[in-house]
């Protein structure tokens, strides 16, 4: 079983919170603060036997076929966490959900996530 973590970073660069705070700034309610538990990108990538590289990226389809991709690389070269999240402020989601910490708008959070799809491509 994935060991699961806790976000500890303030989305949009403003520095660390506590262990049990994830700030959402910019979303139509201003500011949200919730705790997200669950495995790294790179732990579900891990589990699958995927060794991603630079070039990967991982797209996520939530249930109502929203997509959002994300690369692994921000997470390992880039410090920028990336999670699937099972649980929410101590409640267990039905689905899990894709947290891209360090995005300011969350407009790559995925809710409902269904479906992982993993590529490769050239750099650009």
């Not at 139509?28 to 790294?40: L, M």
């Not at 390992?76 to 929410?88: D, H, I, K, N, V």
């Amino acid at each position: 079983m994935i060991a699961a973590h806790r976000v500890e970073h303030v989305p949009g660069g403003a520095g660390e919170v506590g262990p049990d705070e994830l700030r959402d700034r910019g979303g139509p309610g201003g500011v949200q603060t919730h705790t997200e538990v669950g495995p790294s990108l790179l732990e579900v990538l891990a589990a699958a036997r995927i060794a991603p590289t630079l070039n990967t990226w991982v797209a996520a389809v939530g249930s109502d076929n929203y997509v959002a991709t994300v690369t692994p690389a921000e997470q390992f070269a880039g410090g920028r966490p990336l999670q699937l999240s099972l649980t929410e402020d101590g409640t267990t989601l039905a689905q899990p959900r894709l947290i891209a910490d360090g995005d300011v708008k969350g407009g790559r959070y995925v809710s409902g996530v269904v479906d992982l799809y993993v590529g490769t491509g050239p750099a650009s």
